[in-house]
């Protein structure tokens, strides 16, 4: 198997030359004919070359096989069998040679270098008759998505290699990981100057400032605990505080009404949606947006008439959280045995869940549900949401508690409850940390954020981290005669310790470039 450095070389011989994606939801021309000296000439060229950094092979990798198996099943949200790698997600027994991880650390390396790449051809070809907020920007959108590919690196795997121009892995491939405060320094440069460059609002779907705000409060909150000293370093709560509520109360953004209506295909690019993957109908294998493979059902409720393959489905301990008045995030995100969904084979009278449990969060349904003649299994119309405004509102209430045991603070109360407001959900008077991730766990479920939180929360309290982890019912359920009965497990499930929330690099890696097992260094 070929290390990322090994294909990230490969990439660049050609990149370095003819820089694009052949994929893009804007229908960027050709790779072929796309040349760094008779492209980058106008501010259309430098859209079109951003358009292809927000979907593709990359982020299509990553999306299957990672943004579920690694937010939500290793997390404990949900389990799924008949995939070795996935169950050793569940079970808390990754190895080096695990696909998922693997596909992980390939997936964000290879956004990393189509970001550079865009970077430095923007920067070294584009003329001085673009206006710089032109170039800019465009600079600042590649940046905002290197930002977080990197802080998902090191959410996962702490200290990693920091790349800016890849040219130079073809004459020096093998590198040093760099110390997990630096790359996390790293993200916060980027996507502080993504949040100075970018315009307020985009009609495409593309990030804005506000995004970058939003993303700015969640690595600031995260990276707060990397002192590890059982307390947040409040520096950065001021900052992650200060982005997240510059993005709740001048923005003039607000939620969705309906929570469902979030996950529908025919509200992409909502005005929550603050980052959001831009797919398009007709995609091959590992080119477009396949989280119906996930789904539950039949050929009734998929595109082609091919069904999901995936059964994943949400653990008992993820189920018994919805109380009965939170039925709305509950149907909208798993599906229950005499659930009914009309917008699932509409044609044909929607659709009636006879099966236990299963996913319903990202299964958008037919062709004809969606209007897309040339979707298939693996190509979903769904621009599925990276952040989203209830996350940043949930973020602020955290960055507002910050140290405090408890707080009734009149500002994270009120972007808190409006979260529980939409969801049917009476407010609450007072907050504190369990209640925070707890509110976090349920309306960001199926969302690939729940093992984020639970990394965050690792760096500053570790014995509750850990305990949330082996306290969780792990395994998945049947409904017989609607008594909730538990399903068998996957595996043996080994009690987390702390080296739970930091995964081995994958094993390739370290064959191709053995300076990764050396002591990181420091990059600034």
Known sequence: ??????????????????TGCSKSFLDRPPLSQISADNFYQTPNDLRLATAALYAGTPWADWNYNCYLPVGDVLSGNMAVG??????????????????IMISNWKGMYNVIAHCNVTINAITQKAPNTIPDKDKNAAIAEARFIRGFAYYNLAVLWGAVPVIEDNSKLIISPLINRIKTEDVFKFAINDLTFAAENLPPADAAGRVTSWSAQGMLSKVYLTAAGLNRSGSRDQAYLDSARKYAGNVCKNSGLALVANYADLFKSQFNDNPESLFALQWAPGGGWLEGNMLQIYSPGGTEISANGSAGWFNIRPTIDMYQLYTTKDSIRRKATFMINGDYYPELNAAGG????????????????????????TMNLTSSTEHNVLLRLADVYLLYAEAILGNNGSSADGEALLYFNKVRERAGIAPTTKIDIDTLINERRIELAGEGQYWIDLVRLSYYNPAKAISKLNGEKRVTFTLPNGVLTPADPYGVITPATIQSFTFPIPSSEVTANPKLLEPPVSYY
């Open 82 to 99: 008949y995939w070795g790698d996935a169950v050793q997600l569940n079970t808390f027994t990754i190895t080096g040679l695990n696909g």
């Open 1 to 18: 198997m070929k290390s990322i450095l090994d294909k990230i070389i490969a990439f660049l011989l050609t990149a370095i030359v003819i």
């Open 350 to 373: 929607g659709y009636k869940f006879t099966g236990d449990c299963g996913l319903k969060k990202h299964i958008v349904g037919t062709n004809k549900d969606n209007n897309a003649p």
